[in-house]
């Protein structure tokens, strides 16, 4: 089935963040589903196919983000994946993100304008 906007998938513990970020995400003309942990956004992610997934580095658990990243890798070809991470340029200097098979980094607090161009510059609109 065609979607008529480009759905983006949104993991994070913290549900005020999410709430932001689907609010930052759906002012650009795209559909959000959010997960609250890394566990549930694989199951979403099998369910819903996203056209572009935004991961954080940090959740309840260390490493968490990284494993789900390499968890969904593993389901085969997988759209642009960006992590998010309060430690921002630092990581993108330290780490070698295209390894891990993400398309990028954003630093929280996350910038709309960044983000939203981010997106554009992924999937259109």
Same mark, same amino acid.
């Not at 309060?86 to 910038?111: E, F, M």
């Given at each position: 089935?065609?979607?008529?906007?480009?759905? #983006?998938?949104?993991?994070?513990?913290?549900?005020?963040?999410?709430?932001?970020?689907?609010?930052?995400?759906?002012?650009?003309?795209?559909?959000?589903?959010?997960? =609250?942990?890394?566990?549930? =956004?694989?199951?979403?992610?099998?369910?819903?196919?996203?056209?572009?997934?935004?991961?954080?580095?940090?959740?309840?658990?260390?490493?968490? =983000?990284?494993?789900?990243?390499?968890?969904?890798?593993? &389901?085969?070809?997988?759209?642009?994946?960006?992590?998010?991470?309060?430690?921002?340029?630092? &990581?993108? &200097? !330290?780490?070698?993100?295209?390894?891990?098979?993400? !398309?990028?980094?954003?630093?929280?607090?996350?910038?709309?304008? #960044?983000?939203? !161009?981010?997106?554009?510059?992924?999937?259109?609109?």
């Amino acid at each position: 089935m065609k979607r008529d906007k480009p759905l #983006i998938l949104c993991v994070d513990d913290d549900a005020d963040f999410l709430d932001s970020m689907k609010t930052i995400i759906e002012s650009g003309s795209y559909s959000v589903e959010t997960a =609250g942990s890394a566990e549930e =956004g694989l199951r979403k992610f099998k369910a819903v196919k996203p056209d572009l997934v935004v991961v954080d580095l940090m959740m309840e658990e260390v490493d968490s =983000g990284v494993n789900f990243v390499k968890e969904i890798k593993a &389901l085969g070809a997988i759209p642009p994946v960006y992590m998010l991470s309060s430690v921002g340029d630092g &990581l993108s &200097l !330290s780490t070698d993100y295209s390894a891990l098979g993400l !398309s990028g980094v954003l630093q929280k607090p996350i910038n709309p304008q #960044i983000l939203l !161009s981010t997106l554009k510059a992924k999937l259109g609109r």
